[in-house]
């Protein structure tokens, strides 16, 4: 039989009391017990079961810095459900941001030039046309190029290279993608 959420509550603040007051043991209890709380919280915000566990060791982390502040006179589950929804919401902004950056960087490097060689003549023919677009380049342009894609640098070790910012290498590197990508189908340089 289920313990009731009010029993749960009630044991878990005696739990964090006699943590307060020192008790290890628990201490140890309480976080084993909190886990599937925690992770039910997590998982109301977050697919990835990856991100969700994360999420809760970010809970049991922030719980651990300030369980000096839980105030044993008030009920328990608000407070752990409170870190949790912000451990959750802080997970999803990063993978959010995460993503982002991920899909930014996917999709320059999936702009890539039309067209796959038949034979080595052929790729020879192509690698020399790619040389030929990519010398007649703007010089930012061609930098970006040569380190992020020839190279293949990251953005941070281009950046700080060339002392240029990471936007201003993602924009080079798409406008050259673009300016190349017409060159070799058009026949044209841009």
Do not use: C
Not at 6 to 13: A, L, T
Not at 56 to 79: E, K, M
Not at 139 to 147: H, T, V
Not at 157 to 180: F, M, N, Y
Request: proline share 4%.
């Amino acid at each position: 039989m289920a313990t009731s959420p009010i029993r749960r509550d009630d044991h878990w603040s005696a739990l964090m009391a006699a943590a307060q007051d020192g008790d290890r043991h628990a201490y140890e209890r309480l976080l084993r017990e909190i886990v599937p709380f925690l992770r039910a919280v997590a998982r109301r915000r977050l697919r990835g079961e990856a991100d969700v566990e994360d999420a809760v060791q970010d809970a049991l982390l922030t719980i651990h810095q300030i369980r000096h502040s839980y105030d044993p006179a008030r009920p328990i589950r608000p407070w752990l459900g409170a870190i949790a929804e912000r451990r959750a919401l802080d997970r999803v902004r990063s993978v959010a941001r995460r993503a982002g950056r991920e899909a930014a960087l996917t999709d320059l490097h999936h702009e890539t030039l039309q067209g796959a060689p038949t034979n080595e003549g052929e790729s020879r023919l192509q690698a020399r046309d790619v040389r030929a677009a990519v010398a007649g380049l703007p010089p930012g342009q061609r930098q970006a190029i040569e380190l992020l894609k020839l190279r293949e640098m990251s953005l941070a070790e281009a950046s700080a290279r060339t002392g240029q910012s990471v936007t201003a290498l993602k924009v080079a590197t798409h406008r050259a993608i673009l300016a190349l990508r017409r060159h070799v189908i058009g026949g044209e340089r841009d």
